[in-house]
C-alpha cells in the first residue's frame, strides 16, 4: 500500500522534529522545511498528500505559502493545515478564506495531530472517489450519447465538403451560400458539443475539489453580459421579438467564463423548449439584497421529477421528441450554481413553461 506523504513546514528545529518522528512512526512519509520559500520548492517536486506549516516563517510565511500553492495548478488541491500560536479568529478568517483546510493551535497534542491529518487525507479520499465515480460515470454515457452527437454534423460537413470540392464553375453563387451555411451550422455544433464537455468535465473538478483555483475573479457589473446572452440566443432561434428583457444593474464575481456559460444554456434552453411567438422573459434585478436572475418561458416545461432528477448526459422526454444535444445545460448551470454558492431553482408553471432563477451570492459592492 503506497503512503502518504506529509509535508512539515516550520521554523522551530524541535517541534519539527517530533512531528515528524510522531507521523513517521504511524506510517507516513515525512518531508521537512524551515521555512516556506524551501517548502514550495518540496511541494512542487514531490506533490505531498497534505501540508502541515507554521504561519511565522523566514523567507516565505505560512500565508505567503499557501497563496502560491494554490496559484499552481499542480499544487492547488494539496490540503494544508496550519499550525499555529495564534488563536484570533480574525487570523483564522484570513487563512481560512485563502484556501487553508484546518488550524492545530501549538503546542500539539499527538492525539490532535493524528486526527487532523487522518481526517484530511479522508477527505481528499472521499473528494477523490466521488471525482472518479463521476467521471467514469460520464465516460459510459458520453460512450452512448457522443458518437451521434458528432457524427450527425461531422456527416453534413463531409457532405457539404464534397459538393463544394466537386461542384462546377456555373453553380450559383446562391446555393453555394447555403452550402456554406449549413458547413457552419454543422461546425458551430460539433464546437458546442464539444465545449460543453469539457466545461462540464472542469466544473465536476471544480465541484470536487473547491480549493483549486478556477478563472479569474473579480466584481464587475454583468448587466451586459445577460443581455448579450439574451439578444445571442433569440438571434439563434431566429425569435427577437420574443424576448422580453427587464435588467438592472447589479454587479457579480462569477468568473467570467463560468457566467456565461450560465447565461447562454439556461436562456438557450427557454427559447428550446418554448414555440415561436411565445414570450421569453430574462430579468436581472436584486432579490433579497442578491443578484438575482430569472428566466420565464412558455414552452413545454418540466414536472417536479423531472427538476428533482436532472442530471448529465439525459434529455428529459428524448423519447418522445427529437433534439440535439446532449442534455448537459442545465446540469452546467446547476454545477456553475453549486460551486459559486448560487441557489437554483426550477419551477414548473402552471399554465405551462418553466421559471428558473438563479440568487448569485450576496457581493460586498453591493453595499
Not at 460515470?137 to 457524427?151: A, D, F, G, S
Not at 450560465?262 to 423548449?273: M, R
Request: glycine fraction near 6%.
Amino acid at each position: 500500500m503506497t503512503k502518504n506523504t506529509i509535508l512539515i513546514v516550520d521554523d522551530e528545529d524541535n517541534l519539527r522534529l517530533s512531528m515528524e518522528q510522531r507521523l513517521e512512526l504511524e506510517g507516513f512519509r515525512v518531508l521537512a522545511a524551515a521555512d516556506g520559500g524551501a517548502a514550495l520548492a518540496l511541494a512542487r517536486k514531490h506533490k505531498p498528500d497534505l501540508i502541515l506549516s507554521d504561519i511565522m516563517m523566514p523567507v516565505l510565511d505560512g500565508y505567503g505559502l499557501l497563496a502560491q500553492l494554490r496559484e499552481n495548478p499542480d499544487t492547488a488541491s494539496i490540503p494544508v493545515i496550519f499550525l499555529t500560536a495564534k488563536t484570533d479568529r480574525q487570523d483564522q478568517r484570513l487563512g481560512m478564506g485563502m484556501g487553508a483546510d484546518d488550524y492545530i493551535t501549538k503546542p500539539v497534542s499527538k492525539e490532535e495531530l493524528l486526527a487532523a491529518v487522518r481526517t484530511r487525507l479522508a477527505r481528499k479520499q472521499v473528494q477523490a472517489d466521488l471525482l472518479n465515480q463521476r467521471l467514469c460515470q460520464n465516460h459510459q454515457e458520453i460512450t452512448r450519447v457522443l458518437p451521434h452527437e458528432l457524427l450527425t454534423p461531422l456527416t453534413g460537413i463531409l457532405s457539404v465538403a464534397e459538393l463544394i470540392e466537386t461542384t462546377n464553375r456555373t453553380r450559383p453563387l446562391e446555393e453555394i451560400q447555403e452550402l456554406g451555411k449549413l458547413l457552419r451550422l454543422s461546425a458551430e455544433r460539433m464546437h458546442r458539443t464539444l465545449n460543453q464537455i469539457l466545461l462540464y468535465t472542469e466544473l465536476l473538478k471544480v465541484n470536487a475539489f473547491p480549493e483549486q483555483p478556477t478563472a479569474l475573479r473579480e466584481s464587475f457589473i454583468f448587466s451586459l453580459y445577460v443581455r448579450q446572452a439574451a439578444e445571442a440566443a433569440a438571434a439563434s432561434w431566429n425569435r427577437p421579438t420574443d424576448l422580453e428583457l427587464d435588467i438592472q444593474p447589479v454587479t457579480c464575481d462569477i468568473p467570467v467564463p463560468h457566467l456565461q456559460a450560465l447565461l447562454a444554456e439556461l436562456i438557450d434552453n427557454a427559447f428550446k423548449f418554448s414555440k415561436a411567438g411565445t414570450k421569453v422573459v430574462v430579468r436581472l434585478g436584486l432579490g433579497h439584497g442578491r443578484p438575482l436572475l430569472t428566466v420565464v418561458d412558455q414552452g413545454r416545461g418540466m414536472t417536479a421529477q423531472q427538476v428533482r432528477e436532472l442530471a448529465g448526459f439525459h434529455q428529459i422526454d428524448r423519447q418522445y421528441y427529437e433534439q440535439q444535444g446532449l442534455g448537459l445545460g442545465l446540469q452546467i448551470v446547476h454545477l456553475v450554481a453549486h460551486v459559486y454558492q448560487a441557489h437554483l431553482e426550477l419551477v414548473p408553471r402552471p399554465e405551462g413553461g418553466l421559471t428558473a432563477s438563479v440568487a448569485f451570492a450576496p457581493n460586498p459592492a453591493q453595499g
